[in-house]
């Protein structure tokens, strides 16, 4: 094995890289994304040098274990670990090249002791203990991201998934602690934060480019596995209208650049529906002026975009809900549009009037898309992504998320019971939860669902 490009590395993990048939694949593996030459851990420094120092990379063994299934972890696994450039995922590059991505949008939090089930053998302790190639120095290079199950769009909280990692050294694993705590913590849906679309898209390219093989190439069904049927069909005809498909089942990711990517799923994806209703609301100059004047069946947009009183008119017929407080929520005005499209539109009319307070004449079909799908359309109130309410009251006068029957993993009469399902009740911000106690053998209280088959 040539080493003489590698910085010298601790001589019992050189021997772990090489006890099996794996060893020339992931040394060259390791060789060409310089791992083993990245900078040297520093637990204390700054949280740009944690992020810099993951992004490089680094070789660790992987396993993971279904919390909700109980199903056995699978065999530990030698693998390039690293964030992606846009710290929003983890991805492992095995040594055949394939590369797992684990978005940081599922994970829940970060753990330095191993998962041990509570109720059977065989769990992640016993295959840590059994593992010939762990030595007694391997408590202190774990650590354990728990991530939960995204099945159709929906988070299920409860189909929680232990992915570990056995680090070269503790440094190592200080390091990616503290790296991933901060940033789970910016990701994570518990904490409530606003994901703009420039940030989804940024997650989704990340995700896409992940997958990039030695040769600088995308398969085509990663892509597939992003965007499903008429979405990935109109996204791969229009990637390769750009000439960057090399194949109909690749995509040239040097010419597929972030930029790019985000301009096709916009144009190709996100406007097409936008405009057309755009185009529905733009009347003609003989159109009634008032709020509550029709909009002409027979009207195509004007050359000028949709005129500031259409704007008025879609936002109070169409975005506001008539039950809402006037005085709370007040009615759009014509000085408010005018500022939006201020804010909103690329046009030249728009970029003359930005900032003079001159009323804009009209909003162009992308400035109207662009508004869309920004922060001044949120459902969710401005005021409202952080704690508003006085919080100074009885504890009576609160409504509580609560738990009935915490502790199953399915239903009450025949599922399994498990202290993981606690942990996960309350980062998702429940704060009532239901233990029940029973007297066990040789009356040590145990938690079940009393008189069931429930474990």
Not at 59 to 70: D, G, K, Q, R
Not at 120 to 131: R, S, T, V
Not at 202 to 230: H, W
Not at 258 to 280: D, N, Q, W
Request: net charge negative; with cysteine.
């Amino acid at each position: 094995m040539d080493t003489s490009s590698m910085t010298p590395v601790d001589e019992k993990f050189q021997t772990q890289l090489s006890v099996s048939d794996r060893t020339l694949t992931l040394t060259k593996q390791l060789s060409a994304d310089r791992v083993l030459n990245a900078p040297t851990p520093n637990p204390n420094g700054t949280m740009a040098e944690l992020l810099t120092f993951m992004k490089h990379g680094s070789p660790m063994e992987t396993f993971s274990e279904n919390v909700l299934t109980w199903s056995s972890p699978d065999s530990p696994r030698m693998s390039i670990v690293r964030m992606d450039e846009s710290c929003t995922n983890i991805l492992f590059r095995d040594p055949a090249g394939r590369v797992d991505v684990l978005p940081l949008a599922y994970c829940t939090d970060v753990r330095i002791r191993p998962f041990d089930d509570e109720t059977k053998k065989g769990g992640q302790l016993d295959l840590l203990k059994a593992d010939p190639v762990v030595d007694p120095s391997l408590r202190p290079r774990y650590f354990g991201v728990a991530a939960y199950t995204n099945t159709g769009g929906y988070a299920n909280f409860k189909d929680v998934t232990i992915y570990s990692f056995i680090a070269k050294d503790e440094a190592t694993r200080q390091v990616w602690v503290a790296g991933l705590r901060e940033r789970i913590a910016e990701h994570t849906p518990f904490t409530r934060r606003y994901v703009t679309v420039p940030e989804l898209l940024d997650r989704l390219y990340s995700t896409l480019t992940a997958q990039t093989n030695m040769r600088g190439v995308i398969e085509a069904r990663s892509l597939g596995e992003l965007f499903k049927g008429a979405q990935y069909t109109a996204l791969m005809s229009a990637i390769a209208d750009k000439g960057m498909a090399p194949s109909k089942s690749t995509l040239d990711s040097k010419l597929l650049t972030r930029s790019v990517f985000t301009t096709l799923v916009l144009e190709t994806l996100v406007y097409p529906p936008l405009l057309k209703i755009f185009a529905e609301h733009v009347t003609s100059p003989h159109a009634s002026d008032g709020v509550g004047g029709e909009t002409s069946s027979q009207n195509a947009p004007s050359n000028e975009g949709m005129p500031v009183e259409d704007l008025v008119r879609f936002l109070t017929k169409e975005q506001r809900d008539p039950r809402d407080n006037e005085i709370l929520h007040p009615l759009p005005t014509a000085d408010k549009c005018s500022e939006l499209i201020r804010t909103h539109d690329a046009t030249d009319t728009a970029d003359s009037a930005r900032g003079t307070g001159t009323r804009v004449a009209s909003l162009s079909g992308h400035g109207f898309a662009r508004y869309m799908l920004g922060t001044d359309n949120d459902i969710l109130a401005a005021r409202h992504r952080k704690v508003y309410q006085d919080m100074q009251q009885p504890l009576a006068h609160y409504f509580i998320d609560s738990s009935h029957n915490t502790y199953l993993t399915g239903n009450q009469i025949n599922s399994k019971s498990t202290v993981e399902i606690y942990r996960q009740i309350l980062l998702c911000g429940c704060r009532c939860v239901e233990i029940d106690i029973w007297d066990g053998d040789d009356d040590i209280p145990i938690v079940y669902h009393g008189r069931t088959a429930t474990t």
